[in-house]
């Protein structure tokens, strides 16, 4: 498996932006598409977008679609989640996660998570 770290969150102000970032390592990056996701108190953990192990395919959850923006650097090693016109329903611990598969939009299909990362918004 490959081992994952988050980082980049914190708290903002709603209309705010944040970039998350995902450093890889223990196995080949670029074997992995690479996906977030994002659980919020009292709630099942979500999917919020996922990449592939070539960049040419992505897909963002409806409700941040045109507001966050997922990329990777395969010489770094390192997935990124850009994260626009941030809303207090936005408000989570974000979790990078690996998958074999080409993408997928299942978190049971993910093998490989990182410990999260806290964004909160403000209003």
């Known amino acids: 498996q490959v081992q994952l770290v988050e980082s980049g969150g914190g708290l903002v102000q709603a209309g705010d932006s944040l970039r998350l970032s995902c450093a890889a390592s223990g196995r080949t990056f670029n074997n992995y598409a690479m996906g977030w996701f994002r659980q919020a108190p009292g709630k099942e953990r979500e999917f919020v977008a996922v990449?592939?192990?070539?960049?040419?395919?992505?897909y963002y959850a409806d409700s941040v679609k045109g507001r966050f923006t997922i990329s990777r650097d395969n010489a770094k090693n390192t997935v990124y989640l850009q994260m626009n016109s941030l809303k207090p329903e936005d408000t989570a611990l974000y979790y990078c996660a690996a998958t074999n598969l080409y993408t997928s939009t299942r978190r049971t299909e993910f093998g490989s998570w990182g410990q999260g990362t806290q964004v909160t918004v403000s209003s």
């Open positions: 990449i592939s192990w070539n960049g040419f395919t992505t």
